[in-house]
């Protein structure tokens, strides 16, 4: 298969791994395309026996890294900000926008309190989080991507779920963790 088509098959999913790492939507697509021109440059060194979205991942996390770095050299940096305007709701959900386009007065706060939430992760937990729920990749696939085993990326889910719930206020959650 060629390089382009590897790379827009493995876009979205390396777009979450930037959005993990930089807890920042917009900067996220710069990594990703930036880690792209890279790995194109370094198509020689990558073994097609391995994983391609492996592989990329790593260049991603690694240009997310580098990232970070200039930006807290240049200035500093406020809370990460996942995004800075309304979401829809995926599947099949109310629509956060009312007919004339404008966004919900309740569901502006509600976004923002997820975007808070998911802001207060660790960018491995964030991006553990993204890849299962969003992608609904396996702990094994989320693994690979993230260069950590299997059963610590199955922690990271679960504590961040966890943490979600709480800073959410989810009442259903049980002191366990563990949703009614």
Known sequence: MAFGDLAERNRHTLWLVAVGMTGDRHLAEDVVQEALAIAWKKIDQFDPATSFPAW???IVRHVARNQRRKSAR???VPPAQLDDTPARVAGG???PID????VLPDQQQFDDRVI???GGLSETARSCLLL???KALSYEAIAQLLDIPPGTAMSHVYRARKAMRQALGDDSASP????A
């Not at 007919?99 to 404008?102: M, N, P």
């Not at 366990?176 to 949703?179: F, L």
């Open 56 to 58: 990329t991942a790593a």
């Open 74 to 76: 240049r200035k500093p």
């Open 93 to 95: 959900g109310a629509s």
């Open 99 to 102: 007919a004339r386009g404008q």
């Open 116 to 118: 808070g939430a998911l």
């Open 132 to 134: 299962r729920t969003v």
């Open 176 to 179: 366990t963790g563990e949703v």
